[in-house]
């Protein structure tokens, strides 16, 4: 494990003779990179896709759930705002880890963010149809495989032109969610106790109680609901100064996210009609009850636009992991050479597409496992990049210039601790798909990286940022 110990400047020089990649572009700030991740995260998609899955499964604890898992992502955001301004890479948390914690964890967190770039795009786009549902009827996983089509193509332009494109969807998302929150608010028919006392409705109306058991076992969707803000660290090679803007990006789009999602979704816990129409989840029809039909498709319209949005957003971050990892010699030689491959704009090209084509079909594959095992994955990475942090002040790493996190090491380890009980409580069938694929993963890694290691997952840095 030494061998990736060692002050990143070594890193560099030992792959400088390789012919590594050119490198990405610096055009981002802080508000650029915010917006981008922003959306990323898209808090209405999330409200609107995600977070009616917590409705169903938790109905009046949704709200606590949600504010639990703000709690932990907060100390997660410390860990990726160190880690991120002392290796600000592209290659994300794989990098972090790998430089910190050496080339095999690093090789692990690579696969969890993979199957987590993999499949949430898709989960997100296929919400798509039912948001357009006012205006046109339209087959679920055709439209999703559709816009994840068109965010593969948005992804191969220029990235500064596309800060500006989501931003401005995200403005329209911002107000979806306000126009709710003021609805919902204006029609209260319950307390702010209610929130703490869990409360559900079956398909026919009879109400029954829900236990902290219930909370914790839908944990991992409620840490996916926030999950896009650590991708602020997949633009750290086109953020200005990322040794200062990797943190505010991180640390901003959190608060944000927060802010945007749970402020809509206290609005909908208190002003739901009833404990049926809660369960149930169907947000649309509740903004319709509350005002007019004209309100609803236009709620709908601009949640139809930031699923679009996210999907942009997320081809372009999820595609610089796959350029990294080509750039790091993860790969077969031709592999490597694909994914590292730049167009015109300064995109990776080739990574885009390998992330936004096999997207577009697991739009056609059933959705409930997919976002199991997306939260185990999730929960998965966040102890991983804990477990770096643990790292982080050693070495050369010591004295380097960089972004410190408060509280350390005791917030790390508590993060190692709830996070490591978390993964026993989530569904079985996803902690054994997920383990069956990093099981893979590790013997690919023991038969072709490890006596590969002069040559194969080299983890670089930009060499203008090493200090």
């Not at 910190?100 to 987590?116: E, K, Y």
Request: proline share 5%; hydrophobic share 55%.
């Amino acid at each position: 494990m030494t061998d990736t110990l060692r002050p990143p400047l070594a890193v560099v020089e030992s792959t400088a003779d390789t012919g590594s990649p050119k490198k990405l572009t610096r055009s981002l700030g802080v508000v650029g990179g915010t917006l981008l991740t922003l959306s990323c995260v898209t808090p209405a998609s999330s409200l609107f896709v995600i977070v009616p899955e917590l409705f169903n499964s938790l109905g009046t604890l949704t709200a606590m759930s949600i504010a639990i898992g703000a709690v932990i992502c907060i100390a997660v955001a410390f860990c990726y705002s160190e880690l991120g301004t002392l290796v600000p890479s592209a290659g994300g948390e794989y990098a972090m880890v790998g430089t910190l914690a050496g080339r095999f964890a690093g090789w692990l967190v690579f696969i969890q963010s993979l199957i987590v770039v993999m499949i949430v795009p898709s989960l997100i786009a296929i919400g798509t149809a039912d948001y357009l549902a006012p205006i046109v009827h339209l087959d679920p996983k055709w439209t999703g495989a559709a816009v994840m089509i068109a965010a593969t193509v948005a992804g191969l332009l220029d990235l500064r032109a596309n800060a500006w494109i989501t931003g401005v969807f995200l403005v329209l998302e911002v107000i979806a969610a306000g126009v709710v929150a003021f609805l919902g608010f204006g029609h209260s028919e319950r307390g702010l106790g209610s929130l703490v006392h869990g409360a559900v409705a079956d398909a026919h109306g009879a109400t029954g109680g829900v236990g902290f058991a219930a909370v914790l076992a839908a944990m991992g969707t409620a840490l996916f609901v926030t999950q896009g803000f650590s991708t602020a660290i997949y633009l750290s090679e086109e953020l200005e100064n990322p040794r200062r803007n990797v943190a505010r990006t991180v640390l901003w789009t959190l608060a944000l996210s927060v802010v945007v999602i749970i402020v809509p979704v206290v609005a909908i816990t208190l002003g739901a009609p009833d404990l049926a129409s809660l369960t149930g989840g169907d947000i649309s029809s509740l903004v319709t009850g509350w005002s007019n039909s004209a309100v609803g498709t236009f709620i709908s319209l601009c949640v139809a636009l930031a699923i679009i949005n996210a999907g942009i957003v997320m081809v372009i971050q999820n595609s610089r992991v796959l350029f990294a990892s080509g750039r790091d010699k993860a790969w077969p030689e031709p592999v490597n050479k694909a994914f590292g491959t730049l167009n015109g704009f300064s995109a990776p090209w080739i990574s885009t597409l390998a992330v936004g084509v096999p997207g577009a079909v697991l739009c056609f594959v059933p959705q409930e496992q997919l976002t199991n095992i997306t939260g185990v994955a999730v929960a998965a990475l966040y102890l991983l990049v804990a477990v770096a942090a643990l790292f982080s002040r050693r070495g050369a790493h010591k004295h380097a210039s960089a972004w410190r996190q408060p509280l350390w090491p005791v917030l790390p380890v508590l993060l190692i601790v709830a996070l490591g009980y978390l993964l026993t409580q989530l569904d079985v069938t996803a902690l054994l798909w997920t383990g069956a694929i990093t099981a893979v993963a590790s013997l690919y890694w023991l038969f072709y990286l490890r006596p590969r290691q002069d040559s194969r997952w080299v983890i670089t840095l930009p060499e203008d940022e090493q200090v």
